[in-house]
């Protein structure tokens, strides 16, 4: 590169940063035309109310209500620990908590095929701890 194009490249990154620096320094609270912005809090899964429908202003800009940015919580049990230890190394826990309720058939054949299919870790007796806890709470007879 010569040194004239070295010198319009650092002019031209000079002037940019001189744009965008007060931009930055606004926020976006107080661009033009935001009504609200996003907002994460506390709260249940799954519960956000739709806003009734609105007109809306030509050319304006909107944002989200709040939103949950939380795991929710795994039943009280014995094996719970053992459940956060385990399966969420790999995923959430919230692969569990967003299951419909699953026979108790099927959480000993999901947690065989995370141990042969994907490679879990999990002895043999923590499976079976692992299984029973899932069968005790997240079956269609004791999902609470």
């Not at 299984?131 to 997240?138: A, D, E, G, K």
Request: charged content about 15%.
């Amino acid at each position: 590169m010569t040194s004239r194009g070295l010198i319009g490249r650092l002019i031209g990154a000079a002037l940019g940063l001189a744009v965008l620096t007060p931009s930055l320094a606004i926020g976006a609270d107080t661009l033009p035309g935001v009504v609200t912005t996003g907002r994460y809090g506390e709260g249940t899964l799954a519960t956000a109310r739709q806003p009734a429908p609105d007109a809306g202003t030509p050319g304006g800009v909107y944002g989200v209500g709040a939103w949950p940015s939380y795991t929710p919580p795994l039943a009280d049990g014995a094996g719970r620990e053992l459940v956060i230890g385990a399966c969420s190394i790999c995923h959430s826990t919230t692969y569990i908590t967003m299951q419909p309720p699953l026979p108790a058939a099927t959480w000993a054949a999901e947690v065989d095929k995370m141990i042969k299919t994907f490679g879990a870790s999990i002895s043999d007796d923590v499976a079976k701890q692992i299984t029973q806890y899932l069968q005790h709470h997240y079956t269609p007879e004791t999902r609470r």
